[in-house]
Structure formats: structure tokens, C-alpha cells
């Protein structure tokens, strides 16, 4: 079965700091994994995305890893700020042909950052 | 439009009840996906569509769950006879290249049954 397991469930840090949040999948093959960010009643929104190829991909003070080989990505946030508190969720396509497919969540990790 | 509008944003119903949820993806994208966020961050994935079609239903409680993409009208998720279960945050995306592409997610309708 396919699954996204994402660590830590939930973090506190301070402002400023950095931290880095992983994810761990068993979907193979897959087509691409991204990383979302989910604020409270908010739908989510597109981080990064990345194929199966791609070892790293960076988005502002966002960046995103991947080892295929290992099935990890981490997500790692620089100079954290009050705004970035929210859900980031790991997601993984499995790669069937192409088509419109369900996406393969995880539960998410949920991110407070204190002043 | 430029983004994936919901609507309702809130929806109240008794149990037992029909509930009706609509969603007008980006102009352009052909594929259309419903989700069903439980929990914190729990996504169940439900029903998918290529156009007007359905594309992967494996995720719809066939029972009681219906969905439809029809030319020119927003994308629709009715849930007949509601149940305390289905009370949820149901999210649709909508992606111009199907699982390979970018999923815009919109901004979900909370169906709550009571």
C-alpha cells in the first residue's frame, strides 16, 4: 500500500531559527513529490515539486531534498518567520501512466513558530 | 479564473440531508480531483475527472456520493443522506497536466452535519 509518513507530528520553534521536517514514502514508482503548506482554513498551496530526477529544489527560503533511493525528502525552512506557522504536507504522485490519479498524502507536520 | 473557487465556504446540514458542493476549476485545466480532509491534514482522495469525465472513482462511497464535470458549469460533489462521518473539509484541485502537473487547490467547503 502506498504511504506518506511525515515526522516530526507537530514543532515549536523561535523565529528566526531554522528547521527541517521530513518525509518518508513508500510509493514506487512515482511521478513526483511535492510539498505543500496548509494555513488554518486554508486550502493548500504548492511549495516545491519535484520528479523522481531532481535531488533538490528551492523555493525563496524554502528548500526541498530528495533521495529516490532511500524514498526521503526533507523540507527545510531558513530564518523562520511568524507567517510560516502552518501545516506542510509531503505529497506523493504515483506514476501510473499518467492520467488523473489520486495524490498520496501525509498527514502533515503542523509548524508554530513563536516570537 | 485564476484560482480554484469553492463554493459554499460553510455548509450546514441535518443528518440525512442532501448537500450539494461546487467547484470551478482554472480555466484551462482539464483534470479535476475531490478530497475529503477529515482530520487534521487527512486527505482522502475521492473522485477525479478529465474533462467531463471520470477519470478514478476508487475513492466515492458510491451509496450515497455523486460527481459531476459538465461543459460550462462548475464541477459539482452531492452527497445524498448525509451521515455524522461525512462532516469534513472537502477540498477540490484542479491541474493542467493531470498527476504530473501542479494541483491548485481551492480554498474547501466544510460540510458540517449535525
Known amino acids: 500500500k502506498n504511504q506518506v509518513e511525515q515526522s516530526p507530528q507537530s514543532l515549536i520553534i523561535l523565529e528566526g531559527k531554522n528547521c527541517t521536517l521530513q518525509c518518508n514514502y513508500t510509493v514506487s514508482p512515482f511521478s513526483n513529490l511535492r510539498w505543500y503548506k496548509q494555513d488554518t482554513g486554508r486550502g493548500p498551496v504548492s511549495l516545491t515539486i519535484?520528479?523522481?530526477?531532481?535531488n533538490t529544489k528551492s523555493n525563496g527560503r524554502y528548500t526541498a531534498t530528495l533521495d529516490a533511493d532511500t524514498k526521503q525528502s526533507s523540507l527545510h525552512i531558513t530564518a523562520s518567520q511568524l507567517s510560516d506557522s502552518a501545516s506542510y504536507i509531503c505529497v506523493v504522485t504515483p506514476y501510473s501512466g499518467g492520467g488523473a490519479d489520486g495524490l498520496t498524502f501525509g498527514k502533515g507536520t503542523h509548524l508554530i513558530i513563536q516570537p | 479564473g485564476e484560482e480554484v473557487a469553492q463554493t459554499p465556504k460553510h455548509l450546514v446540514r441535518g443528518e440525512g440531508q442532501k448537500a450539494k458542493l461546487y467547484c470551478a476549476p482554472i480555466k484551462g485545466h482539464s483534470y479535476v480531483f475531490w478530497y475529503q480532509q477529515v482530520l487534521k491534514n487527512e486527505f482522502k482522495f475521492l473522485i477525479s475527472?478529465?474533462?467531463?469525465?471520470?477519470?478514478?472513482e476508487t475513492g466515492m462511497p458510491k451509496e450515497r456520493f455523486s460527481a459531476k464535470c459538465l461543459p460550462n458549469s462548475p464541477c459539482s460533489l452531492e452527497i445524498q443522506a448525509t451521515k455524522l462521518e461525512d462532516s469534513a473539509v472537502y477540498f477540490c484541485a484542479s491541474s493542467q497536466l493531470g498527476q504530473g502537473g501542479e494541483a491548485f487547490f481551492g480554498q474547501g467547503t466544510r460540510l458540517t452535519v449535525v
Open positions: 475527472f478529465q474533462n467531463e469525465n471520470v477519470f478514478d
Open positions: 519535484m520528479t523522481f530526477s531532481e
